[in-house]
Structures are given as C-alpha cells and as structure tokens.
C-alpha cells in the first residue's frame, strides 16, 4: 500500500498521538508538525472549523503537502457555552483551565457537557479541502479523576460511563471521542471517493 503523507498541523503532541493511531491500517502516514517546520498559526475564526482550516491551510502551504489540523473544545451549556473555542486560552495550564471550569460550575446542578472537534484535511495537489465534525456529549465530575489523556479529560465523563476520560486507556477513549468521531467520519468520506485505501 503507498503512502500518502500528511503532516499534523499542531503543536500539541497529545492530540497527534490520540489521532495517529487511527489512522494505522490506511494508506496515511501522519506526520507530527514540528518534527519538520515550526509554523505559528494565530487562531482567529470564531468556529472550531474556521481554526481547524486556517491552521491546515497555513501548514500545508509552507511545506507544499497534504496537513490535517484539529481544533476542538468543551462547551458547558449551563455555562453558555463556555469556555467553546477558547478552551485551551482560559488559563496558561490544563490544571488552570480545570480548575476555572470547577469553580464556575460550583453549585449548579445541571452539570452537563459536550466535546467538539473540527478536522480540516487540506489535499493541495487535489486542491481540495475535507472537513468533519465530532461530538461527544457527557458531563462534568465534581472533582478530577484519573491519570491519562490531556487537556479537560479528568472532568468530562460520556454519556452512559462512570468513568472520565482520563481514567481510560487510548483505546477506550479512542472509542468514544469527539476527535475519533471527527476522525472516522473522515476517512470514511476519503474511502468512498477512493482518496484513501
């Protein structure tokens, strides 16, 4: 099977690793950005798929190669939403961005939430652009839990689990994730239009 290299464009070597395993067994080989340029993307879209597309846009056309950006966040309905697409800037830290979440919902029942991830897969040689959404709804514990993972795993529980994510194996959480979701919905649009084997 050949190959189709695609970079990862992201700093973040958590979620490259979340993402690189579901792609064994296809013809992708994913790449994890920094390992070949340091690129700064300013994330200016007021969506996840605007962020997501900006960051494969801007990867892709300085190393003249197929990129895959992620951007995704945890929106608190009794919070409005928040903290959305600024989840990771809330706080410099994960334990930061916890805590602030934690805080705010101190008191308040409906302790329901949801993951969102938006891929953006950017094709330059087909001039193409791929994009797919996943969500995972659940709801927030009342205190951190669990070891594993990264980000707001600890406090996010899915729907019909007593466990949060960090409290999973990569398998188990690979199984139930907005990111997987967004993942497999991808390859399975790539599949069918006989991009990816």
Known sequence: MSKI????ASKNRDK???IVTQFKGTSVDLIFGPEVEHINVQETGTSYFENALLKALAWSKALHMPALADDSGLEVPALGGWPGIYSARIAGDDESRIGLVLDRLKGIKDRGARFVASMA????NMSQVWLTEGICYGRIAE??????GFGYDPIFMPCG???TFAEMDIEEKNGLS???IAIK???DMLKSQNVLK
């Open 5 to 8: 290299k695609v970079v990862f």
């Open 16 to 18: 490259y690793l979340e």
């Open 121 to 124: 897969l950017v094709l330059p």
């Open 143 to 148: 205190t951190r839990r669990g070891c594993n």
């Open 161 to 163: 689990c007593d466990k």
């Open 178 to 180: 907005h990111r997987h």
């Open 185 to 187: 919905a991808l390859c």
